[in-house]
T-cell receptor, first 109, second 116 residues
Framework: GQNIDQPTEMTATEGAIVQINCTYQ??????LFWYQQHAGEAPTFLSY??LDGLEEKGRFSSFLSRSKGYSYLLLKELQMKDSASYLC??????????WGAGTKLIIKP | ETGVTQTPRHLVMGMTNKKSLKCEQH?????MYWYKQSAKKPLELMFV???????ENNSVPSRFSPECPNSSHLFLHLHTLQPEDSALYLC???????????????FGPGTRLTVL
């Protein structure tokens, strides 16, 4: 079966760095997405990785290792507004998105 | 604002009611999606439309009936639902067809559905 694993919840301190991991087992691979979802709001796109390596976008970076079936989202200089759920999703060989259950990130002052 | 709107934002209905959820995208996208989001569970893809034709139906019960009259509008008609259908229903759209890699999806704010 297809499976996306990510931690259920993480806590970090304002100003610090946090890494949210995602491991996947899917039938084929056509890219990995990270989305941010604040409570009661729509998921919003953060990043897309299809090749191995690190993609940096301001305070957020996303890393992919296809051979390991592994990705992480790195958030630097954490702000209170970064408190949200972070969703990992993999596009399989049928171009269907397989979603993880999300990681709830709590930022403390 | 993502360019995708959904109405109503909240809906409470009895098991014998019939209601409809509406989604509209203002982005000129070609594909639209319905997802179900339950607490602490992954997003479940329900239906996909590409250029107004249904291309995916993931074994969704017949009490959920989608309708896509044009590329900007998507409906989800609900009838005789069960309490376990209570969830957040999200609509999304993307530029290209679902068969293209790298197509980010833009989500609406969702409809919070409670079935009594």
């Amino acid at each position: 079966g297809q499976n996306i694993d990510q931690p259920t919840e993480m806590t970090a301190t304002e100003g610090a760095i946090v890494q949210i991991n995602c491991t996947y087992q899917t039938s084929g691979f056509n890219g990995l997405f990270w989305y941010q979802q604040h409570a009661g709001e729509a998921p919003t796109f953060l990043s897309y990785n299809v090749l191995d390596g690190l993609e940096e976008k301001g305070r957020f970076s996303s890393f992919l290792s296809r051979s390991k079936g592994y990705s992480y989202l790195l958030l630097k200089e954490l702000q209170m507004k970064d408190s949200a759920s972070y969703l990992c999703a993999v596009m399989d060989s049928n171009y269907q998105l397989i979603w993880g259950a999300g990681t709830k990130l709590i930022i403390k002052p | 604002e993502t360019g995708v709107t959904q109405t109503p934002r909240h809906l409470v209905m009895g098991m014998t009611n019939k209601k409809s959820l509406k989604c509209e995208q203002h982005l000129g996208h070609n594909a639209m999606y319905w997802y179900k989001q339950s607490a602490k569970k992954p997003l479940e893809l329900m239906f996909v439309y590409s250029l107004e034709e249904r291309v995916e139906n993931n074994s969704v019960p017949s009490r959920f009936s989608p309708e896509c009259p044009n590329s900007s509008h998507l409906f989800l008609h609900l009838h005789t639902l069960q309490p376990e259908d209570s969830a957040l229903y999200l609509c999304a759209s993307s530029q290209g067809s679902p068969g293209q890699g790298g197509n980010e999806q833009f989500f609406g704010p969702g409809t919070r559905l409670t079935v009594l």
